[in-house]
């Protein structure tokens, strides 16, 4: 427990922990730990929480293997539902529902490798429209396009692009083999050039080691991410996944208390499969996390925004756009 006080004073002096100094984390007794994650939260962000809700603005048929998702082409499941982008009326009266109950940020989330150029300008007519008719910060999730395609993205109004890493360099090729880990890269690169803030995390339970999961919020670290998703597999029947056992909240609370750690003043936000949890994500904000995807989830039930609006309330956070 001394160790855990040394890398907080550490972090607190404006150092980055190295991974040698991360990777004890994972033994450290879990309490402890959590409670030195939460008190560098509010060093760091004070008691701001950054909630989002997302849209799923074009659904199904995707080209890509990703062996988590209910939407790919290359498997069967209960997931049958496909539609091209939604209209751009549609996109606004979601986001119109979200700011009046209080969310601040809107993330339109595209299936498939990649919006193609029609897609694009429609979306960017979709985005201009909720920034001039519900005042909220718009996020995208659109696949891997370019800096050209990022430019007019950001002129339209969008101020953050979300592409998850997934997992570690070393471990993505057995999450997905029909785009690599350098393609992911790229897209943040790209979406950086292009004058956009960045959103990126990953996966947990898909098979990954805590080191593969170190990795992943270190490459994030380096690309300058501050919004770094946690999602928990949700194991879909028709996916390569379905079997895979679920991780239980103390294994999310470590996950969440080890990022923190990493990158001390990021959003650290619990994403998909935060319903699994028993306590819904609860004792996860008190352990370094300050930021949550709310409603429902791209093909899953989440928690509705009422509800996390309480327990925030409750928990003694501020809800901002972070």
């Not at 959590?34 to 997302?54: G, N, P, S, V, W």
Request: glycine share 10%; with cysteine; hydrophobic share 40%.
């Amino acid at each position: 427990m001394d160790k855990i006080k040394e890398l907080q004073e550490k972090l607190y002096q404006g150092a980055l922990l190295t991974k040698e100094e991360i990777m004890p984390l994972t033994d450290m007794p879990l309490e402890p730990l959590c409670q030195a994650a939460d008190e560098i939260r509010r060093y760091f962000c004070k008691d701001r929480f950054d909630l989002c809700t997302i849209i799923n603005g074009k659904c199904g048929k995707c080209s890509e293997d990703c062996k988590y998702c209910a939407q790919s082409a290359h498997y069967t499941t209960a997931c049958g539902e496909s539609y091209p982008l939604l209209s751009t009326e549609k996109i606004v009266e979601q986001a119109k529902h979200n700011a009046a109950q209080g969310v601040l940020r809107y993330s339109i989330v595209t299936s498939g490798r990649r919006l193609s150029e029609a897609e694009v300008g429609q979306v960017c007519e979709s985005i201009r429209a909720v920034r001039q008719e519900a005042g909220i910060e718009v996020c995208v999730s659109f696949g891997l396009l370019g800096e050209a395609d990022f430019v007019k993205i950001r002129e339209a109004g969008a101020s953050r692009v979300h592409c998850n890493l997934e997992s570690s360099e070393r471990y993505f090729s057995q999450v997905c083999t029909t785009h690599t880990y350098a393609d992911k890269i790229e897209t943040l690169l790209a979406a950086k050039r292009a004058g956009l803030e960045v959103c990126s995390g990953g996966i947990m339970g898909l098979g990954e080691t805590m080191e593969d999961r170190i990795d992943m919020v270190l490459t994030a670290r380096a690309l300058g991410v501050k919004s770094v998703p946690v999602n928990v597999l949700n194991p879909i029947p028709g996916t390569p996944y379905e079997n895979n056992p679920a991780l239980t909240n103390d294994e999310v609370r470590r996950i969440v208390a080890v990022f923190r750690f990493i990158i001390p003043d990021a959003s650290i936000r619990l994403a998909g499969g935060r319903g699994l949890l028993g306590d819904k994500g609860e004792k996860c904000f008190a352990g370094g996390a300050n930021a949550a995807i709310s409603g429902d989830m791209l093909t899953t039930a989440g928690i509705t925004v009422e509800t996390d609006m309480a327990l925030l309330a409750r928990m003694g956070y501020t809800v901002v756009k972070g």
